[in-house]
């Protein structure tokens, strides 16, 4: 028996395993059944109650492969809603509705995605939340089923008792407004939006991070312009992935060697060395002439922190959160390749809590969801931004690189920007001013700064040119070293996408 | 004079106290006519053909006593430019100012000169702001902008004026603007843009947001006025969300509306597209089905617009591919699901890879011969109204500021302003108002607090908001009975503003300041008093203070409130649990009904017993 009297006799366990008998997707282990359990718990947590066996069809149809589940029904389940001509139909119209489901471009695509748990429940709320939402009748049992893959396994002659055991008025009007819903539902499977999904695959998604990363993704999900940031991030990362860290050369013992080099220990002296009679190898190593194999640099801590400063005030709202945050995250990318620490910070009135790129892990959905919008007040985030700074500089030995996503009417004080600019060096992109001009008293105090106009956002091309060329430059200011000038512009350098007058 | 006023109640005959009047200034005896007259006065509700003959006999006693501001103060009532001109050399320059604007707003020919004299007037006198309006009224745009100059510079030195200076700034804007200096235009706007967040910002953060409001509607205003969406945005955003913390709904609806009209008009589609989606889930959230309605069919259309904007411009073919998807899916979402089959079909002919291509050319397959569901006229409601925007903040305001809590000149504004003569007795009561102020002034020192107590319950009744100034000023004078008398004025006027000085008053070392205080808790209760009153709630540093707050919050019916109360109900003490259960048995909101039938089956013992008994005594079923 799979499930044991004592767990049979609960309503928490009976009830959603009972309800199993709708389903009619059929997994070929009972360890898919298990991740279905999972993600029905985690439903529950975002408030959207749905049967277990909503859950699980449509779950395993956006997570697993087609040779791991078989569409079919579990049990005779006419028998247990007692052939009524509505049950019928709702059992027709489901299993109907399911095939329509799988045979979907976005559950196909989405199966070749190998989606985590985390992910999977998301995209659940997405598709069957506003459908639990319309149910007016609440579940007669809470949700209480343990994590045991063993409950599951040959639960089927179980089901018809775990299905008369509770009461499924609730599981049947789930039922019925999924399928009065039928064309929402394949709406939104359609425009599900799986290039989210490929950003979270090509980035490094923060899904792990548990139920707070899932309701940032699921606001990410639901907002049309989040759909933009991604586009336009996938548009020009690929010249982002191009760059990789360059190894350098170094003394120590790790890695493979590099090169030649004057300094080293013995064990890495070039042998030909010892072919010097005595006093010339003595004179040569006096003279700092001896030759060791060099190693490659077992890259230390990287001497840099970029931190990516995205205004998130209302002012933002439109395209220019599209560009900024998706320039955000393409730069970002860009600088963890070339092994540059990386964090991001979003404002408004306040200058919101630090979030770093961990392992080269960007929170996606964090930046794609963030919503600030509470007033703005530049003159205090950045005088704030001034102290973190300094304070920083006590802790931390690396440099702070700024790089700052705003709009053309973010008036900061001189004063205070030069606060910044004496602790970091500080560049900026503005977005689209709506006057098509830039009059910013503190555009020469910064390091460099480019402006995105509407002509460049609206022409295809130009778009993401300039984004990669934006993109180039914060690249070849970042690293110390081989490309580049090695470190930011003179303000006079200060480059723009298009000519503008010159600040008065 | 001031203890006559202390004396009058508004009983009497208006008929008998005008012949009463009549007799004794035929008699030069003006103190009893004043008496006799003042009284009628008080008689608010009677009709103009009474009341206007003896505020005419009432300035002519005033003026034979020798109290010449007073009977000019009469006349403005019932204008007759003659006498008043006799009496102008003999009043305050502020009054001759006044009377002269008069006359300018019912000439329109000598408009601009007499606005002009006003204005110099004013400006002899030190009173920049109403000096500078004046010359802006008179289209003297230079010496307007010369004052404003002055005055933001004046207001920039005191750091405690930072939305005045603002305010100072935005006016300097607009009148370089007007005199075609666009770099000093610029220059300014940069200025008041500083003060205004910083203002906002530290009203938020004090929890006076119905003041950082008023700094969100001079940033729309600027906006506008520089061509700078972004401030639009910004202005409207913030206030839209003030206005729905404070459960104003209609009002953050109709904003809504109206900023996704500016933003239709400054070609920010995408942007008025996110503002729709805001607006309808609002609407949702708030059970107004059919706003929630428009707004949904409203972002479909924004959105469509943005795709065909972007394919107009060439621009990239994703970018209008993720429009139309969004506009598909609000329309699915509305049932109109012959649009989403026509959106696909226009899907299926985008410049997209082929495959995407025929996704959506497929997914358009699927909606052949579907319908769009019904929408009858009655789901389209269109009854949200106009959004109606505040005054113009950047005068009044500062005009406030200068008549730093005079309750003469307080009084005046609302007796000299054109809005208020269809309200007839709240113009009558500041009539009054402005002549007990004006014996209060005449009032020696040492007598001040008993007049600042008397003029404090003659501003009770009127409750405007431009006399909550004059009040907290009062309040803030040393004597308790002054204080007292505030408070007591206060808990008549309903605005968030009012909570300012209530919640100062109940850490009033006096504790009759405190039990008023309190007392006016209860009876200030109101949606959007939610926040001062959780806020008092929470932090009040009296037991009894807070279950006044705890029974005042009872009383409103918003998500919140009941939330609130729920956790008390659980979690408080003894005392706030009865309060609760007390108040919300005679309570008639339906928001904590619907929570506490919600809580009832996860509830504790406890909470079960108290959510009972209310719904017990409210005749509801558990």
């Not at chain 1, 149910?135 to 063993?150: F, K, Q």
């Not at chain 1, 539902?185 to 899904?207: H, I, N, S």
Request: hydrophobic share 45%; glycine share 6%; charged share 25%.
């Amino acid at each position: 028996v799979a499930a044991p009297p004592e767990l049979a006799r609960d309503p928490a366990v009976a009830g959603p395993l009972g309800s199993l008998a709708l389903s009619v997707v059929r997994p070929h282990t009972p360890t898919l059944g298990l991740r279905a359990l999972r993600w029905h718990r985690d439903l529950d947590r975002l408030g959207v109650r749905m049967p277990l066996a909503i859950v699980h069809d449509f779950g395993l149809l956006l997570a697993c492969a087609n040779e791991q589940l078989e569409l079919g029904d579990r049990v005779d389940v006419r028998a247990l809603i007692a052939g009524t001509r509505s049950g019928d139909a709702l059992l027709a119209g489901y299993r109907a509705l399911i095939e329509e489901v799988a045979a979907s471009e976005a559950a196909s695509k989405s199966r070749s995605l190998l989606l985590s748990d985390d992910i999977v429940v998301v995209l659940l709320a997405r598709l069957l939340g506003s459908v639990a939402e319309r149910i007016s009748i609440s579940p007669t049992y809470a949700s209480g089923v343990p994590l045991d893959a063993a409950l599951l396994e040959r639960i089927e002659p179980q089901l018809p008792a775990l299905y008369a055991s509770v009461n499924r008025a609730h599981d049947l009007a789930a039922l019925s407004e999924l399928l009065g819903a039928r064309l929402y539902v394949l709406t939104l499977v359609d425009a599900l939006d799986l290039d989210t999904l490929q950003l979270f695959g090509m980035l490094g998604g923060d899904a792990a991070r548990g139920a707070l990363a899932q309701v940032d993704l699921l606001a990410a999900l639901g907002a049309p312009e989040a759909n933009d940031i991604v586009d336009f991030s996938l548009e020009i990362l690929p010249s982002v992935l191009e760059a990789k860290t360059k190894p350098g050369a170094s003394s120590f013992a790790a890695f493979g060697y590099a090169g030649l080099a004057r300094k080293g220990s013995m064990d890495s002296l070039v042998l030909t060395e010892l072919a010097w009679d005595s006093e010339e190898l003595v004179r040569r190593m006096a003279d700092d002439e001896v030759l060791y194999y060099s190693r490659e640099l077992a890259r230390d801590e990287a001497r840099r922190v970029h931190h990516f400063l995205i205004d998130a005030s209302a002012s933002m709202r439109g395209q220019r959160t599209t560009f900024a945050r998706g320039m955000a995250l393409a730069a970002a990318k860009k600088l963890l390749l070339s092994g540059e620490d990386v964090t991001f910070r979003f404002f408004d009135s306040r200058l919101y809590e630090c979030h770093a790129a961990r392992g080269g892990q960007i929170p996606v959905a964090y930046l794609l969801s963030f919503r600030g919008e509470r007033g703005r007040n530049p003159a205090r985030v950045f005088a704030e931004l001034a102290r973190t700074l300094e304070l920083g500089r006590l802790r931390d030995p690396r440099d702070p690189v700024l790089h700052l996503f705003t709009h053309a009417g973010l008036y900061i004080p001189r004063d205070t920007i030069s606060e910044v600019t004496r602790r970091a060096k500080l560049s900026a992109v503005f977005m689209l001013p709506s006057g098509g001009e830039l009059h910013l008293d503190y555009l020469d105090l910064l390091d460099a700064y480019w402006m995105v106009d509407q002509r460049v956002l609206s022409s295809r091309g130009d778009r993401a040119e300039e984004a990669r060329r934006i993109l180039d430059d914060v690249g070849t200011r970042a690293p110390d070293g081989a490309a580049g000038p090695s470190s930011t512009r003179s303000p006079r350098s200060a480059r723009v996408s298009r000519p503008i007058e010159e600040p008065t | 004079v001031i203890e006559l006023f202390a004396r009058l109640s508004a009983e009497g005959n208006i008929e008998s106290l005008y012949e009463q009047g009549r007799r004794l200034v035929g008699q030069r005896r003006w103190d009893g006519a004043i008496e006799a007259l003042c009284t009628a006065l008080l008689l608010t509700h009677s009709r103009e053909e009474l009341y206007a003959p003896a505020c005419a006999l009432l300035r002519d006693a005033f003026a034979g006593s020798g109290d010449v501001r007073s009977a000019l103060s009469l006349s403005w009532y019932a204008p007759d430019r003659e006498y008043q001109r006799e009496l102008l050399p003999r009043v305050p320059p502020i009054d001759r100012a006044r009377t002269l604007a008069q006359w300018a707003s019912a000439s329109p020919s000598r408009s601009s000169e007499l606005y002009s004299q006003a204005a110099r007037e004013l400006e002899e006198a030190g009173l920049l702001a109403r000096a500078a309006i004046y010359y802006e009224r008179a289209e003297e745009v230079k010496a307007a902008r010369a004052l404003w100059s002055r005055l933001a510079q004046l207001l920039d030195a005191q750091r405690a004026e930072v939305y005045a200076a603002g305010l100072a700034r935005f006016n300097l804007a607009r009148t370089s603007g007007l005199a075609g200096d666009e770099r000093a235009a610029r220059e300014a706007t940069v200025a008041a843009v500083h003060s205004l967040e910083e203002a906002a910002d530290r009203f938020e953060s004090v929890g006076q947001r119905e003041r950082a409001f008023d700094c969100y509607h001079v940033l729309i205003a600027i906006g506008k006025l520089s061509h700078g969406f972004e401030h639009v945005l910004e202005g409207s955003v913030n206030a839209i969300r003030i206005l729905s913390e404070d459960n104003l709904r209609y009002h953050a609806l109709r904003l809504y509306d109206h900023a996704i009209r500016l933003a239709e008009r400054a070609d920010e589609s995408s942007a008025a597209a996110t503002l729709a989606r805001e607006m309808a889930d609002y609407a949702r959230k708030q059970g107004l089905g059919r706003i929630a309605l428009r707004g949904v069919l409203l972002q479909a259309r924004l959105w469509q617009t943005v795709a065909e904007q972007t394919l107009e411009r060439h621009g990239p073919a994703q970018l209008a591919e993720n429009a139309y998807v969004a506009s598909l899916l609000a329309s699915a979402e509305v049932g109109q699901y012959a649009t989403v089959g026509a959106i696909y079909r226009r899907l299926g002919e985008l410049e997209l890879d082929p495959a995407r291509r025929e996704a959506h050319a497929r997914s358009a397959r699927r909606y052949a011969g579907a319908r769009n569901g019904t929408l009858e006229r009655g789901q389209l409601d269109e009854r949200l109204g106009k959004h109606v925007p505040p005054p113009d903040v950047w005068h009044v305001d500062l005009i406030e500021w200068e008549e730093r809590g005079s309750a003469a000149e307080a009084c005046a504004d609302v007796v000299l302003d054109p809005d208020e003569e269809s309200d007839r007795i709240t113009r009558r009561s500041a009539l009054v108002g402005r002549l007990v102020a004006i014996a209060a002034e005449q009032t020696p020192a040492a007598r001040s607090a008993r007049a600042a107590v008397v003029v404090a319950d003659y501003l009770a009744p009127i409750g405007l908001y431009s006399l909550l100034a004059p009040l907290e000023a009062t309040f803030a004078r040393t004597e308790p009975a002054a204080r007292l008398a505030a408070v007591r004025a206060l808990s008549r006027y309903f605005y968030k503003r009012t909570f300012v000085t209530l919640e100062q008053a109940l850490r009033d070392p006096d504790f009759s300041v405190v039990q008023e205080a309190t007392a006016a808790l209860e009876r200030l209760r109101f949606d959007h008093a939610f926040d001062p009153l959780s806020r008092i709630y929470r932090t009040a540093p009296r037991p009894e203070a807070r279950l006044a707050a705890l029974r005042a919050i009872a009383r409103i019916d918003v998500v919140e409130a009941a939330e609130l109360l729920l956790g008390a109900l659980e979690h408080g003490g003894p005392g706030e649990r009865e309060a609760a259960v007390a108040a919300l048995k005679v309570a008639r909101g339906a928001r904590f009904v619907e929570l506490a039938r919600a809580a009832l089956p996860q509830a504790s013992e406890q909470l079960k017993r108290s959510l009972s008994e209310i719904l017990r005594s409210r005749g509801l079923g558990v």
